[in-house]
């Protein structure tokens, strides 16, 4: 009965099974090989052995991505044929797009211009890009261990010390899975808002409410929620084709400006601080800004969530880890010089319709073209783009939650972690629209208070920052007492040790710093709440912890086999 499904295993299967290092570099890409009688392990299509070894590591099953629903049954082996739809270039694209650096700077300058000025923004995002490559490159490093779509509460239950494993991946579990969604709300009030902003440029009479701000944000998580559901199966292409507008977006942005605006001195650029917050210093002014950098650098992870619909994931997410924080510092960068040359006028910009709604690019977009249509093409251009960053944030906050509840974190957890059938792929349909739910959820707390909704989004920042600097330090300290490691395909090798210590030291620094406001005299409609809703959302978890997760949530670890590490 099972003739058809099943290919019988021929001796040099037999001598690949009993001999194959799991990181032999040597690909073998047969459909349906078993690696491991007694365990079951297929190489699924689509994937390589180096898949179906990680993946039998670290105890999962191959879930998302399924490509028909073909299952043999023989001698307690379960072979699945799957679909890792994403290579290197969809997955580049996908997380360049979702960091949107370059992108992000235009949009979020408002508090750099406010705290720092022209230079305080340049050199601040420098001093970040150093930090967050090392953070990057710690992240990398664990991917390639352990490339699952947990990431870093998986990194944690698996490197963490045996005491302290449970706890605190329940903990970075929650943190992870919150931040991402905040993520998606983010991203989607930044597209829908900007929409605000271009009725404000082109009908100065139009008088902008939340209300509709968050009509805007639902539409725009509405159209990310379509593709990352029927639109599926064309997500790993379309990627590809975000990331040539990733890139052509940029020089449609920056070329304009470089031959049409106005441009003050180089003396100007670099050296002229502004310390509009406030503060005692204008060292301190400049440090506060750097949440301008932070926030569009944060989500270096994202590749990993998505490991497990990764074609040869060991290798192709950590090297994607990389190429993503070098590209999009880079052209970060490059407009971030460019935009401050042609902001001629810093108060004017901040001071027109546009700046006050947050958006002071547009004046200075406007300043360079001198044409309304003009302006809004290049505005359209930012506001497309970030809606493929919201289409990629949904899809990996929808994969965080769906792994957490893979491992019983949440509640409700077999809900969450179902996967269903959508335009003839399994995915995890449920967390898709729980992250739906969430951010319409957002959307109308905006109508509410925007001050209410900013300081949720904040979490962004703080949780997955927290997130970071427990996994880094979970596996410093392995490497520090010696204890072995799972074996990897890309490793940081001796400057593992060096390069943990400084990602550690940033992450400390840039974590309290983004607690504090904008501006030194603090109010209740400027006060930074991001410490108090960071709080809360701890005290939430540990409660929920100690009250439901300890009793059924064991972590990833206790799935982890050890055989095979060594």
């Given amino acids: 009965m099972l003739m058809g499904l099943w290919h019988h295993k021929t001796d040099e299967q037999d001598e690949f099974d009993q001999n194959v290092s799991p990181y032999d570099d040597k690909q073998a890409h047969a459909e349906t090989v078993v690696v491991d009688n007694e365990a079951g392990i297929a190489v699924t299509h689509g994937g390589t052995r180096h898949d179906a070894l990680d993946?039998?590591?670290?105890?999962?099953?191959?879930?998302?991505?399924?490509?028909?629903?073909?299952?043999?049954?023989?001698e307690d082996v379960m072979i699945d044929w799957y679909q890792?739809?994403?290579?290197?270039?969809?997955?580049?694209?996908?997380?360049?797009?979702?960091?949107?650096?370059?992108?992000?700077?235009?949009?979020?300058?408002?508090f750099g211009l406010i705290d720092g000025g022209l230079a305080g923004m340049i050199w601040i995002y420098i001093g970040t890009t150093v930090g967050f490559l090392a953070v990057v490159a710690s992240m990398a490093d664990m991917a390639s261990m352990a490339p699952t779509s947990g990431g870093q509460y998986h990194w944690v239950s698996e490197f963490a010390p045996q005491r302290y494993q449970k706890f605190l991946s329940y903990i970075v579990g929650w943190l992870s899975a919150l931040g991402w969604q905040s993520g998606t709300g983010s991203s989607s009030y930044?597209?829908?808002?900007?929409?605000?902003?271009?009725?404000?440029?082109?009908?100065?009479?139009?008088?902008p409410t939340r209300w509709q701000g968050s009509l805007f944000m639902i539409a725009m998580v509405l159209v990310a929620t379509f593709f990352n559901t029927w639109g599926a199966s064309q997500l790993p292409t379309l990627e590809g084709v975000i990331?040539?507008?990733?890139?052509?977006?940029?020089?449609?942005?920056?070329?304009?400006?470089w031959v049409l605006a106005p441009r003050n001195s180089a003396t100007e650029v670099f050296t002229s601080f502004s310390n509009g917050g406030g503060w005692p210093s204008m060292g301190t002014a400049v440090i506060i800004g750097q949440i301008v950098p932070i926030f569009?650098?944060?989500?270096?992870?994202?590749?990993?969530?998505?490991?497990?619909?990764?074609?040869?994931?060991?290798?192709?997410?950590?090297?994607?880890?990389?190429?993503?924080?070098?590209?999009?510092?880079?052209?970060?960068?490059?407009?971030?010089?460019?935009?401050?040359?042609?902001?001629?006028?810093?108060?004017?910009?901040?001071?027109?319709?546009?700046?006050?709604?947050?958006?002071?690019?547009?004046?200075?977009?406007?300043?360079?073209?001198?044409?309304?249509?003009?302006?809004?093409?290049?505005?359209?251009?930012?506001?497309?783009?970030?809606l493929c960053c919201c289409i990629s944030i949904l899809a990996t906050a929808s994969r965080q939650t769906f792994a957490f509840a893979r491992d019983n974190g949440l509640p409700f957890s077999p809900f969450f972690s179902?996967?269903?059938?959508?335009?003839?792929?399994?995915?995890?349909?449920?967390?898709?629209?729980?992250?739906?739910?969430?951010?319409?959820?957002?959307?109308?707390?905006?109508?509410?208070?925007?001050?209410?909704?900013?300081?949720?989004?904040?979490?962004?920042?703080?949780?997955?920052?927290?997130?970071?600097?427990i996994s880094i330090s979970c596996i410093l300290l392995k490497r520090l007492k010696g204890e072995p490691l799972p074996p990897s395909r890309w490793s940081l090798g001796s400057l593992a040790i060096p390069l943990n210590i400084f990602a550690l030291a940033y992450i400390f620094f840039a974590f309290i710093m983004s607690f504090f406001p904008i501006y030194a005299t603090v109010t209740t409609l400027n006060m930074n709440w991001a410490v108090l809703i960071y709080s809360v959302v701890m005290i939430f978890a540990i409660s929920i912890y100690f009250l439901y997760g300890r009793n059924i949530y064991e972590g990833p670890v206790v799935k982890v086999r050890q055989s095979v590490m060594q």
């Fill in 418 to 469: 179902k996967v269903s059938s959508a335009a003839g792929l399994e995915i995890p349909l449920n967390a898709v629209l729980g992250s739906l739910s969430i951010t319409i959820i957002l959307a109308l707390i905006n109508i509410g208070s925007t001050a209410a909704f900013n300081c949720i989004v904040s979490l962004l920042v703080s949780s997955l920052f927290t997130s970071y600097f």
């Fill in 296 to 386: 569009c650098f944060v989500g270096p992870d994202a590749a990993t969530h998505m490991a497990e619909e990764i074609k040869d994931a060991s290798i192709i997410v950590p090297r994607c880890m990389i190429w993503t924080a070098v590209l999009n510092a880079t052209l970060g960068l490059i407009i971030l010089i460019t935009y401050c040359f042609c902001i001629t006028d810093l108060q004017g910009a901040l001071n027109s319709p546009t700046g006050a709604l947050g958006y002071p690019y547009i004046s200075v977009f406007y300043g360079a073209t001198n044409s309304k249509g003009g302006t809004v093409a290049m505005t359209s251009i930012l506001i497309a783009l970030l």
């Fill in 243 to 257: 990331l040539v507008l990733h890139i052509f977006g940029f020089f449609a942005i920056l070329i304009p400006l």
């Fill in 190 to 207: 930044l597209a829908g808002t900007m929409i605000q902003a271009i009725l404000v440029f082109c009908y100065p009479e139009y008088n």
């Fill in 84 to 110: 890792r739809n994403f290579r290197f270039l969809s997955i580049l694209g996908f997380t360049c797009t979702l960091m949107s650096t370059w992108e992000g700077i235009i949009a979020s300058s408002t």
């Fill in 55 to 74: 993946m039998h590591r670290v105890g999962k099953q191959q879930q998302l991505r399924v490509w028909g629903n073909q299952i043999a049954v023989l």
